[in-house]
């Protein structure tokens, strides 16, 4: 069929107008509902230390991109208290009575799991950054995502390079939360022992109550491993690092925490503690990624800090949801959740890509290194990135089956 | 060395600390039988300010000698100004204020510090390990070890040995005859509650190069606090010693025995004692 000159300039003018006008025909749309946005972190208790930062990242995202996304976004806290009970509680009056269907957050897993769980009865979208692998395994559902890498990933980023770099390093001792956080990392880790021939010497188990750890660091040197490594986390590997230093552990085997939470954890343990400490981490401020460079410059312009993983994980978390949003062109968590399935995006690792079948990021995981204090550029440059990578179960081997 | 001879040894390091927390608790309950839910907040504030003087003058040593004395005074001002109205009251109410008092330093701690925890480094003469063959030890958990002994001496001395000593012991017998043989029974509470924060305090300061001083170590102290003065018996400095040392080795050789329930054995280890002894190894009846 000829096509008009007159035809032509129509059809041009309409798709010139329907691009031009898009965002803001986005915007009225999305904007006749203003969108509530709401945070889930703990705001008090003995994890405010890192919650409060993933607040600050959540609000800050929102109020840094919610416009270009062409969306009118109205921003709420909760203080989940760090406590799932009150988590789900206040996300139940939340949705109950303010009818929010879009949340964003969680330090422990045990809150994201309980508040994924809400969110998905009241047909909501909920996007987390914790560790549990079931968030996207046995217990996944349709409205979670998460966007940090689970334990699979964050042993086979950190203890298979060692294994490489090291391979004189054939005895490995590890210590363990008795938690099921700890029992993935610890399953895993023996998974790549066996599979690379290491000798696992022993293991340790704590409580989740535990800060000593002279008796568990007795045992493991006891055990006469060339490797320590640490399957707890927050406090807890805090306490076990520095207490492993008092006992001069560190001069004569490698030290490795594969679970640590960022900056924040760096300052409590200091410079002279997590000097040649091997750490794994969801994230460090020196990655570089165009993403990065742009997060890491919002940070310090509108926040006046250095962005962390706690308050990056609260920035991304946050961002992948208007991200959703203004693809669905719909405030409505079906299409939402749909247009994130598949979503592949500049984050601060790099490029990511989220998983359709389990709503889990493929981004990267870190192997980081504790620097002298002669090697640091500026008070919070405590570690350097040794390597990283991308470690994910298949469709086949995960434990996720999205009704 | 043997496995379980250095767990035992660990212990009794571990061991000591908790005596150190616990025995003003037993002292203050003794004497005054007086529940105090903040003896814990006083061990954090010692651990706090441990940090604090470490980071603005350098040393160590004049952290160990201020900090507990400031917590002590501190202590003082609380007990004068209102903590003596509720020696005629219930424990439940002593508990409620006591806790309401916990609470109000553990924030004013994070409002001040912050809610991340601080690292404090070990003083420079007591840093590093002292080795015999495969068995390494920290230099500072020895010289916590023996300034505690040394610390348990002097105490011990006090309760002994001086007329202040004298009239604590008695009072723990009776606050009502010492009262009645003129001794101002007020006076005597205050100094006591005062005694018991600045040993609080003086624990933190001891304990922050070891775990470091983070916000809510209040609570975990109280727990240890008042498990070691169950077993010890309340009132007697002879039980939290051993009561305190008990707790340390239980907890370090079962690391070894069944790791994942030294924790849970400290409290295993007291219900036994509270079923074969229920005053407590060292307690009166």
Partial sequence: ?403 | MNLYLIQVLNGLGIGMIYFLIAVGLSVIFGIMNFVNFAHGAFYLLGAYLCYAIAAATDSFWLALAVGPLAIGALAWAAETRFLCRLYRVEHMYQILVTLGLALVIQELVVLIWGPIGTHVSAPALFRGVLSYGDFAYPKYRLFVIGFSAVLALTLWLLLERTRYGAILRAGTESTEMVSLLGIDIFRLFSLTFALGAYLAGLAGVLAAPIRGAEPFMGPEALTIAFVVVVIGGMGSFAGALAGGLLVGVVQSVMSSLWSEGANVMIYVAMALVILLRPRGLFGRT
């Fill in chain 1, 1 to 403: 069929m000829k096509l008009s000159r007159r035809k032509f300039v129509k059809d041009a003018a309409a798709g010139a107008m329907l691009v031009g006008g898009a965002p803001a025909m986005l915007g009225r749309a999305l904007a006749a509902e203003k969108v509530k946005l709401c945070s889930l972190y703990p705001l008090s208790g003995a994890f405010a230390g890192v919650g409060k930062p993933g607040d600050v990242g959540a609000h800050l995202a929102m109020q840094a991109l919610a416009k270009d996304y062409g969306l009118d976004i109205d921003y709420v806290s909760i203080d989940s208290e760090g406590n799932p009970g009150r988590g789900v509680a206040k996300v139940l009056a939340e949705i109950q009575q303010s009818g929010t269907k879009f949340f964003a957050g969680a330090i422990l897993s045990s809150v994201a799991l309980a508040v994924g769980a809400e969110v998905h009865k009241s047909g909501g979208v909920f996007f987390t950054a914790v560790g549990a692998d079931e968030v996207t395994g046995a217990n996944c559902n349709r409205s979670m995502f998460r966007w940090s890498v689970p334990t699979y990933g964050a042993i086979q980023e950190t203890v298979v390079p060692l294994i490489a770099m090291f391979p004189d390093a054939k005895r490995w001792y590890t210590i363990t939360p008795k938690y099921v956080f700890g029992d993935s990392l610890l399953r895993n880790a023996v998974d790549v022992f066996k599979e690379k021939g290491i000798e696992h010497v022993g293991n340790s188990y704590h409580s989740l109550t535990e800060t000593e750890f002279s008796g568990y660091l007795t045992n493991a040197a006891a055990a006469k491993p060339d490797v320590l490594l640490l399957l707890n986390f927050g406090s807890q590997s805090t306490n076990t690092l520095r207490q492993a230093a008092d006992f001069g552990m560190k001069n004569k085997i490698k030290i490795v925490m594969v679970w640590a939470a960022g900056l924040e954890q760096y300052q409590e343990i200091g410079t002279d503690v997590l000097d040649g400490v091997y750490v794994g981490c969801q994230y460090d401020v020196t990655i570089d990624s165009p993403g990065n460079k742009k997060i890491v410059e919002l940070f310090k312009r509108d926040a006046n800090r250095i962005p962390s993983y706690a308050s990056v994980g609260g920035y991304i978390c946050a961002d992948l949801i208007m991200r959703g949003m203004k693809a669905a062109g719909s405030a409505e968590p079906a299409a939402v959740i749909k247009a994130l399935e598949g979503m592949k995006y500049e984050g601060p690792t790099g490029n990511e890509e989220i998983q359709a079948f389990d709503h889990q990021c493929v981004k990267n995981y870190y192997l980081l290194k504790g620097k002298p204090a002669a090697q640091k550029k500026s008070s919070d440059d405590y570690v350097e990135i040794v390597s990283f990578g991308k470690s994910f179960l298949t469709q086949a081997q995960s434990l996720c089956k999205m009704a």
